[in-house]
């Protein structure tokens, strides 16, 4: 009688263990949508999830990489299993928004850096310490894939914005409930309370000193001359 391979089958395990956990994050709805009042546009779109980001955020990637030869640079290694991975630990914390208080951010830092050792020790030893020593760069907010991270949430709530229809995407009805970010957004864009304008000035203040946020800013700007004709007086003030 052959002798069974325990440690073969546990691979075979760590893959369906690793498939259910993905699954997980359908279930997970982007705490964006919820804090930024994406109301008026079809539920079916604006209540984007967790794993549609994860696709979306790494397909952007991709598409920026191969575009502009002049930003690969700045791309790490293994970059699409970063993207692809990078909320995954969502499954066990929920998603916690990195603009809220600086305990809750750390809170979600700490714990989805655990989650990642423990999801890639399966993984051949270079390609797991390529994706977490990638995942810890991103994790500082200081690198290209931060850049996408944020300008996939801009793109997203700009695809729902109607072309010329300013209100289209609204926070509140009135100031009442808004967050001190939120409030913050409308006086800086001149008493905008549209979700991809925030979401914008969020990004430009943000992103500063990152290699790469020039084009990324270009790239913003001919999304505004697609969805509104021209670009808002706020984004060079920003810049």
Aim: hydrophobic share 40%; net charge negative; aromatic share 12%.
């Amino acid at each position: 009688m052959l002798k069974k391979d325990y440690s073969t089958t546990a691979r075979y395990d760590s893959v369906w263990d690793k498939y259910k956990t993905l699954m997980c994050l359908h279930a997970i709805r982007r705490t964006g949508v919820k804090n930024h009042g994406i109301c008026t546009a079809p539920l079916y779109l604006a209540d984007q999830n967790v794993q549609e980001h994860s696709y979306l955020v790494t397909a952007l990637a991709v598409i920026l990489y191969a575009t502009f030869e002049e930003l690969q640079q700045y791309f790490p290694p293994n970059y699409i299993e970063i993207m692809l991975f990078h909320d995954a630990g969502e499954t066990k914390i929920g998603d916690i928004a990195d603009d809220g208080a600086a305990d809750a951010v750390k809170y979600k830092d700490d714990r989805e850096y655990e989650f990642m050792c423990d999801f890639v020790k399966d993984f051949e030893s270079e390609i797991g310490n390529n994706v977490l020593s990638g995942f810890i760069e991103f994790q500082k907010k200081h690198t290209i894939l931060y850049m996408v991270d944020k300008l996939e949430w801009i793109l997203f709530t700009a695809y729902l914005t109607p072309s010329g229809d300013a209100g289209s995407l609204n926070y509140k009805e009135s100031h009442l409930g808004l967050t001190e970010q939120d409030k913050h957004a409308i006086e800086a864009t001149g008493g905008s309370y549209r979700t991809v304008d925030a979401m914008v000035v969020h990004f430009l203040e943000h992103t500063h000193g990152i290699e790469g946020r020039d084009i990324m800013i270009d790239l913003i700007k001919a999304v505004y001359r697609n969805i509104d004709g021209f670009v808002p007086d706020f984004v060079d003030k920003l810049y």
